[in-house]
């Protein structure tokens, strides 16, 4: 049997389970006490497991705006079964703006610079290369390269709609939004295997399937070395747009359901660690350009928590102990003068503040944050 798939059925009846009894289950947690990791060890284990190199903060990418509407950055790493499929998507854009597409190759080994070569009577592409340095290290290099006044990530496996680059850039241009995004599925062969329908106007945390205003990005870059580098987005840009944001109801991006996507295989290693591993380089970055730790960056950390958490469940419980130590050490050095206000993850926040890994795994566990 699939263990990935009892590994999930065992989450939601153990969901259930806690949901049920969380009343009963909180009265017995809330008195409990249990003994935790010292903060040295925690940070011991987790840097020892996933070891990863300081960032640079002092970041300044040169960024022209007045060539193109749109820059395309597609990092590209030995995709050459998809890579065909990603670029026919992008050149097939029914639009009355004016794009470019920059495929950064991060130093493929099979064919598919040859593939992407082979697209290159239209002047709309551009082939870009450099040594292999990852997801986050290709994506950066592109970055320096923005000529536009938007640009939007494309991931080399995925697929965009023939109407995505219009619908998006519409709704940017005409109410002067910095960042616009809209829906997305996941598909396999020619399969659409899910649609994900966005509840209000919260944005997804993805790198892709969004526009974001070039000058955001100045002294922006995702942290080299992590699984997960898309929290940035979540954490700094989304910051950085000041609530100007918008969303279409139309789905733009597709997905493709890589079962040997970094993604997707960090969820049964250590890897799935950098979910919360990373979060310190972002606020670090947010501190150095003076962009505020504010009760909106607050939920966007409380959120994470809860993703993260969804990653490594599976992790036994003296590793659970030493992460959540982690976590209420960067609630103690960024988040101290912020004071949560909404109800929406007050178990989970009130959890961490009193240090309390009991409430902390019911509020995890139960799904009542």
Do not use: H
């Given at each position: 049997m699939n263990m990935s798939f009892v590994f999930k059925v065992n989450k939601i009846l153990s969901k259930y389970t806690y949901r049920v009894l969380y009343p009963i289950l909180y009265k017995v947690f809330k008195n409990k006490k249990i003994n935790l990791p010292t903060l040295n060890d925690s940070q011991e284990f987790l840097t020892n497991v996933r070891i990863h190199k300081l960032s640079n903060l002092n970041v300044v990418n040169s960024i022209e705006s007045s060539n193109y509407n749109l820059t395309i950055i597609v990092p590209v790493y030995n995709v050459e079964k998809y890579i065909g499929e990603c670029i026919e998507s992008l050149l097939n854009q029914k639009t009355k703006y004016k794009y470019i597409i920059k495929i950064i190759n991060d130093?493929?080994?099979?064919?598919?610079?040859?593939?992407?070569?082979?697209?290159?009577?239209?002047?709309?592409?551009?082939?870009?290369?450099?040594?292999?340095?990852?997801?986050?290290?290709?994506?950066?290099?592109?970055?320096?390269?923005?000529e536009s006044d938007y640009v939007l990530f494309v991931d080399s496996d995925d697929v965009i709609k023939d109407n995505t680059v219009e619908l998006l850039l519409d709704k940017a241009y005409s109410e002067e939004l910095s960042i616009v995004e809209g829906n997305y599925y996941y598909f396999e062969g020619n399969k659409i295997i899910s649609k994900m329908q966005r509840a209000g106007e919260k944005l997804y945390g993805f790198a892709c399937n969004k526009v974001v205003k070039s000058s955001l990005l100045r002294n922006f870059q995702f942290e080299e070395g992590y699984v997960f580098e898309d929290t940035c987005m979540e954490f700094f840009v989304h910051e950085l747009a000041g609530g100007k944001v918008g969303v279409v109801d139309e789905y733009t991006y597709g997905y493709r359901r890589n079962r040997k996507g970094l993604s997707f295989s960090a969820s049964n290693n250590y890897a799935s660690l950098d979910s919360i591993l990373i979060v310190p380089q972002i606020l670090d970055r947010m501190n150095y350009l003076n962009v505020p730790i504010d009760e909106r960056v607050l939920e966007t950390m409380l959120f994470q928590v809860v993703n993260s958490y969804n990653r490594y469940y599976y992790l036994n419980k003296n590793i659970q102990k030493k992460i959540f130590v982690y976590i209420c050490n960067i609630f103690d050095e960024y988040f101290s003068e912020c004071k949560y206000m909404s109800s929406k993850y007050i178990n989970l926040y009130n959890s961490i503040i009193e240090k309390s890994f009991?409430?902390?795994?019911?509020?995890?566990?139960?799904?009542?944050?």
């Open positions: 130093g493929s080994t099979d064919s598919s610079k040859q593939i992407i070569q082979s697209f290159m009577n239209d002047p709309k592409i551009q082939l870009l290369e450099k040594p292999n340095g990852g997801l986050s290290s290709a994506r950066n290099f592109g970055i320096k390269n923005i009991n409430l902390y795994y019911l509020a995890v566990k139960s799904g009542k944050y």
